[in-house]
């Protein structure tokens, strides 16, 4: 398990496990002589990606962002995906019960990102933590609610709609702090309404550390590359601007970024190499 500190909050990488997605689209129109020295996929053309969600103690809050798959896929998802299922028994290992997460937020509505956000009890489906508060942005759930064609796969109403009707799920519009130390941006790409979560939290002679969230923006520690897009993102030429954008704020300030799909390295610094070339450092 990853944990560390950043300023006065610790911040543990929780995962759901890892779950198939296939090469070719994992990385666009990168040809696979390129990034299959970066991730070797399987026979059929699969790579394991991870599912990281992040665990946010404040001191006052417990703040879980994202929540994996889950447990409610169809048997034939489930052949096509996986269903690990994991990120429960990795939140008891952590010492966090469901009942104690008091802050869930998703940065999208994509179904590997917020499954565990309810689960099914007999008929109905329900909140998997109880007592919390649900972020997401309205404009992704009204698109999520179109089912178009190109995307409709992604969006399972289930994992949020139960929690809308309830008023348990806040729907933001655009940039917002949650909590002190805790707000999200949206960086266009992925989806329109994609947003990464900003922790920031005072250090030493209050100096302000900062971590990132960044979700599908940069999936992993193997999509650093601007034009290293994948398929998946609606926008991609918008994914390249908001990645410009990121990396002009994060690397000089030296922000703490966080990978939701890089199982073996969900987190570092980022940091320009040679030629100019991006590079990642791991917390000391």
Not at 76 to 87: E, H, T
Not at 227 to 238: C, G, I, K, R, S
Request: charged share 25%; net charge negative.
């Amino acid at each position: 398990m990853h944990r560390t500190t950043l300023g006065d909050f610790e911040l543990t990488v929780v995962s759901d496990g890892t779950y198939f997605l296939d090469g070719g689209a994992f990385f666009g129109v990168v040809p696979k002589s390129m990034w299959s020295k970066k991730a070797m996929p399987d026979e059929q053309n699969r790579l394991d990606a991870g599912l990281n969600s992040l665990l946010v103690r404040t001191g006052d809050k417990n703040i879980l962002i994202e929540t994996g798959i889950g447990n409610k896929l169809s048997d034939r998802l489930v052949q096509i995906y996986k269903q690990p299922a994991k990120l429960l028994d990795n939140l008891h290992a952590a010492g966090v019960a469901p009942e104690d997460i008091d802050i869930v937020i998703n940065t999208h509505l994509h179904f590997d990102h917020c499954g565990w956000n309810t689960v099914r009890r007999g008929d109905q489906v329900v909140a998997t933590f109880p007592n919390a508060k649900y972020y997401a942005q309205q404009k992704e759930w009204e698109h999520g609610r179109l089912q178009l064609e190109r995307d409709a796969i992604s969006y399972m109403s289930p994992n949020y709609d139960p929690l809308i009707e309830t008023g348990q799920m806040a729907l933001l519009n655009g940039d917002q702090e949650i909590v002190p130390g805790i707000s999200v941006k949206v960086f266009p790409g992925h989806t329109a309404n994609m947003q990464a979560v900003m922790i920031e939290s005072g250090g030493r002679g209050n100096e302000k550390k900062k971590a990132c969230y960044i979700s599908d923006l940069i999936p992993t520690s193997a999509h650093l590359d601007l034009t290293w897009v994948m398929a998946f993102d609606l926008f991609p030429l918008e994914t390249i601007e908001s990645r410009k954008k990121y990396y002009a704020w994060a690397i000089p300030e030296r922000w703490l970024t966080v990978f939701t799909h890089d199982d073996a390295k969900p987190w570092g610094y980022l940091e320009r190499g040679e030629r100019g070339r991006l590079a990642l450092k791991a917390p000391a």
